[in-house]
């Protein structure tokens, strides 16, 4: 069997690595000629961690990484509203792991490169078109370089590029641009001292007006240094204003975020100082797509973000795109044919994503943040007396909804790996 896969992302080079691990063999395209590690921090599910550490990355996580201990949520005035223990701590096997994407990425274009061979990836070609025959498909593409162009044959192809995806368009013409709830994001990446102690997510405010969330990712700033790279997200709500550009990399101002977090300086944190000493603004509208009801046309499928963009709540985007790579190569390497293999991968994770980018699109835990804005305006001394007990509990019942499963389900699940024949 032969994989072409579209897109050397974080799932479509997981995607490669999977498929390799089962036997099967794979070709990475990407449209950009030279990958860098871009983009600011991501977190890993331990359901990711998992799926990574059996395609042996598990050293190269705990060397680059950060095992994230807590999640906790405050007011806009530092208060602490509720906490709550993450990874390992929650029972799992595996930790959570806070990450700079752009070094994930790296490690596993790097892992690809030395498992499957330097060819397995080729890079500065972009998609064209595709046209299915009998049980081939026929990718198009182009050397943007040198505008050459070039029909690769496969029996299967994925589609793992993206928001933006070249395969979605095909499969899905005319879905239109992507949805935008209108909450613009503004990240970026500060060293600075570690924020209380050095393993917490913070969460402030309520993306009902205006939050903050901030946390480390990097284990080797964290040895070289005795500092933390912090990464943080500024979420603020803008309804009447457009969207922009849909393009994670775009460059943004300080001075259109700054003035929302005036006077967010408490003993412990000052949010206008840590954004202030940011050198490089992202600035990106929170969007997704409406889910679909079938990802897979014949020979052809999606992975991640180009089968199920989804809101960045709950630490899901490149956790459930590792899934859905895992999850691929198993049930094409289980299958007697790829397009039942294709349709078995759909068949386990298409309704499960779904129904979490419909939950990240309902953000209860944002309501119960705003119900405490509204209810204790000036701050508050003790949360007891702001949200009753059903209310707290509501948070974490709302982050089971979208991002944790019970631990000895995953603890005890088989692994996706298929053992290939000898």
């Not at 299967?156 to 995806?165: F, H, P, R």
């Amino acid at each position: 069997m032969r994989v072409l896969v579209v897109g050397a992302g974080v799932g479509g080079l997981t995607a490669a690595l999977a498929l390799h691990a089962n036997g099967i063999a794979a070709t990475v395209v990407e449209s950009v000629a030279a990958p860098r590690p871009l983009g600011v921090g991501i977190n890993l599910l331990p359901h990711a961690v998992r799926e990574l550490t059996e395609l042996g990355l598990g050293g190269t996580l705990a060397d680059l990484a950060i095992p994230t201990g807590q999640m906790s949520h405050f007011d806009r005035h530092g208060g602490l509203i509720w906490a709550e223990p993450r990874g390992m701590a929650l029972g799992y096997r595996w930790p959570q792991y806070s990450i700079h994407r752009g070094e994930l990425q790296m490690a596993l274009l790097g892992t690809v490169r030395e498992r499957l061979g330097e060819e397995a990836v080729r890079c500065g070609w972009s998609l064209l078109g595709l046209e299915q025959e009998d049980d081939l498909v026929r990718a198009r593409l182009r050397d943007r370089g040198t505008g050459a162009e070039e029909t690769v044959e496969a029996d299967v192809l994925v589609g793992a590029d993206g928001l933006n995806s070249t395969v979605r368009r095909v499969l899905n013409p005319g879905e239109g641009a992507p949805l935008w709830n209108g909450i613009r994001m503004w990240r970026g990446v500060v060293e600075a001292d570690p924020v209380l102690d050095g393993r917490t997510m913070v969460v402030a405010g309520s993306n009902a007006t205006v939050k903050i969330v901030v946390y480390p990712i990097s284990a080797r700033t964290e040895r070289e240094t005795g500092r933390a790279l912090l990464n943080w997200v500024a979420e603020v709500r803008e309804p009447d204003a457009a969207a922009g550009a849909v393009d994670w990399n775009r460059a943004g101002r300080l001075e259109d975020v700054l003035p929302h977090f005036d006077g967010w300086c408490w003993d412990w944190l000052d949010v206008p100082d840590l954004l202030s000493r940011t050198d490089a603004v992202l600035e990106y509208p929170m969007v997704d797509r409406d889910p679909l009801p079938s990802w897979t046309r014949g020979c052809v499928t999606l992975l991640g973000d180009a089968a199920h963009p989804m809101y960045p709540v709950g630490s899901n985007g490149g956790s459930q795109a590792i899934l859905d790579a895992r999850v691929l190569a198993y049930e094409l390497a289980r299958a007697d044919d790829p397009s039942k293999g294709l349709l078995a991968y759909e068949d386990t994770r298409r309704e499960p994503v779904n129904a979490i980018v419909l939950a990240c699109r309902d953000m209860p835990v944002d309501h119960v943040l705003q119900t405490v804005a509204d209810r204790a305006p000036d701050g508050f001394t003790r949360v007891e007396d702001v949200l009753t007990p059903d209310e707290l509990a509501g948070i974490s019942s709302a982050y089971r909804r979208t991002s944790f499963q019970d631990a000895e389900l995953l603890n005890t699940r088989p692994s996706y790996t298929v053992t290939p024949p000898a």
